[in-house]
């Protein structure tokens, strides 16, 4: 069956550092792959897509990679900031938008 | 001037009991979603709509019933209402696969 899995429950880092997250899928080959940060309380909000012949994506201090032959996106947030702290969530999508699922998430600490 | 508006907020209820969360998104998109996130803040897609015709359903329990009045709205009605049925509920929709959330519905079943 289709996995998704995201690195550890809880990353903590030092502020002005770079975070990165992991984010692992098994038996399936998603065409595109959406990042997604949640606050407490709130509802996920889109932060990125990349494509799967796009190899890097930027959008200011966020990176994103794709690596289809490992079937693993990092994610990384430089210079990290405490207002980063929250929880950022994977979403592997197969061509078509009809079903977009989730991976378990990782909540990400940053350290003044 | 919200996007995906979900009432109620909160709700109490009796185990047993038939309760119903409404969506509406302003956005004219015309895929929407009901998403579950337990205690574990696992994120779980139940139902997808799209032009008020249901597209996904995620093995869900026949006591959720989802209905789509119009492309703009999405309720979801759960009858006999269980311990395990205590979640955030969320709304979602699309127009190119960017989800659009709303900002949940916490359901505790007593």
């Known amino acids: 069956s289709q996995k998704i899995e995201q690195n550890s429950e809880a990353l903590n880092i030092q502020e002005g550092k770079t975070a990165t997250l992991t984010c692992n899928y098994t038996?399936?080959?998603?065409?595109?792959l959406q990042w997604y940060r949640q606050d407490p309380g709130r509802g996920p909000v889109f932060l990125l897509l990349?494509?799967?012949?796009?190899k890097e994506k930027r959008k200011e201090r966020l990176k994103v990679t794709f690596d289809t032959t490992l079937k693993q996106s990092l994610f990384h947030i430089t210079a990290s900031q405490p207002a980063d702290s929250a929880t950022y969530l994977c979403a592997p999508r197969l061509g078509g938008y009809q079903k977009v699922t989730f991976g378990t998430g990782t909540k990400l600490q940053v350290i003044p | 001037d919200t996007a995906v508006s979900q009432t109620p907020k909160y709700l109490v209820t009796q185990m047993g009991n038939d309760k119903s969360i409404k969506c509406e998104q302003n956005l004219g998109h015309d895929t929407m979603y009901w998403y579950k996130q337990d205690s574990k803040k696992f994120l779980k897609i139940m139902f997808s709509y799209n032009n008020k015709e249901l597209i996904i359903n995620e093995t869900v329990p026949n006591r959720f019933s989802p209905k789509s009045p119009d492309k703009a709205h999405l309720n979801l009605h759960i009858n006999s209402l269980e311990l395990g049925d205590s979640a955030v509920y969320f709304c979602?929709?699309?127009?190119?696969?960017?989800?659009?959330f709303g900002e949940g519905s916490r359901l505790t079943v007593l």
């Open positions: 990349i494509r799967e012949n796009e």
């Open positions: 038996n399936y080959s998603p065409a595109y």
């Open positions: 979602a929709s699309t127009d190119t696969g960017e989800l659009f």
